[in-house]
């Protein structure tokens, strides 16, 4: 079956408004004898006369009657889709946003963030979702809208990736360790018993690797998936934990912290979402949003990788 020709309904409708060829032809900016012929194919695909000459002038058939309003929608609607996007009005937005985030996003930049969205658009809900894995799937089947993390290789290509801030690893002890007091130099800091931390339960990462290359090795006491669960064993016993900077800004509180006496690379937190939503002006607006109550904790804000890092840890003492 070959397919109609669309442009049909916009004669139809001009047609069954202005009750004359004459008038649809003015309003459609076309000639007379051309409207007449677009007519013609009406009647032809339609099968029925639709406008039928009573005196000077035409009157709707029933099936005219009948299509009219509906034909009015559909011009109406096309004419909608195909209409540039209108500003966004955010009082008036009702939506649900859903955030795929890593561990200590949400307790970190949450309120800061809500408080934001509520301000400008109280009619936004936004959901969270733990991130247990660095699938991506999610955002390419719009089940998440935004997710935040370190970039890995299975970002894939067509994903839109924006730096945040950056962090880096810190040691983190109890308050009276006695790591607490002088110098943290790596033979004193691999002696301690430490928490890995690693999803996938690996028993190796970042710091063992430079610890290595120091021909220093650590004693890995216990391995948890996350940092919540580092923390809060470091706060009750004398293992150490290390953990992002920034990202355990708040759950860190009572601990002590210092920075690692290791050459450890700076860790790039990004966003990242789906290219489709590139020209959403609402997900332009709560991308914004999330950079902004990032930025305002962490003075670290752009659309590179290039930003100026967080205080380096300092180079290891012999």
Not at 3 to 11: A, E, H, I, K, M
Not at 64 to 71: I, K, Q, S, T
Request: hydrophobic residues 45%; positive net charge; proline residues 8%.
């Amino acid at each position: 079956m070959s397919r109609p020709d669309l442009n049909l309904l916009f004669t139809l409708d001009a047609l069954l408004a202005e009750g004359s060829v004459a008038g649809a032809a003015r309003r459609l900016r076309l000639s007379p004898s051309a409207m007449s012929r677009a007519l013609a194919r009406l009647r032809e695909a339609t099968g029925d006369p639709l406008l039928v000459r009573a005196g000077r002038g035409l009157v709707p058939s029933p099936r005219a009657l009948e299509l009219r309003e509906g034909v009015s929608q559909l011009v109406h609607e096309a004419q909608a889709a195909l209409r540039p996007a209108t500003a966004l009005k955010l009082g008036q937005l009702e939506r649900t946003f859903t955030l795929r985030t890593s561990e200590g996003f949400v307790e970190n930049f949450g309120a800061r963030l809500l408080a934001r969205v509520a301000a400008e658009a109280p009619g936004v809900r936004l959901r969270f979702l733990p991130k247990p894995d660095k699938d991506m799937t999610p955002l390419r089947d719009g089940g998440v809208d935004l997710e935040t993390g370190v970039v890995g290789k299975t970002a894939g290509p067509e994903l839109r990736a924006q730096a945040l801030f950056r962090d880096r690893l810190v040691g983190v002890v109890r308050a009276g360790h006695p790591l607490t007091e002088g110098d943290i130099i790596p033979t004193r800091y691999a002696a301690a018993q430490h928490i890995q931390v690693s999803r996938r339960g690996l028993d190796r990462g970042p710091v063992d690797e430079a610890l290595a290359a120091l021909g220093l090795p650590r004693r890995i006491a216990v391995t948890v998936g996350g940092f919540s669960a580092a923390l809060a064993l470091a706060r009750a016993s004398d293992l150490v934990a290390s953990v992002p900077e920034r990202h355990t800004g708040d759950l860190r509180a009572g601990l002590h912290s210092f920075a690692l006496p290791l050459p450890l690379a700076p860790i790039t937190v990004a966003l990242l979402w789906h290219p489709r939503m590139d020209g959403d002006a609402a997900h332009r607006w709560l991308r914004a949003c999330v950079r902004e109550a990032c930025a305002e904790e962490v003075r670290y804000i752009g659309g590179q990788f290039d930003m100026p890092p967080p205080a380096p840890n300092p180079a290891p003492k012999p």
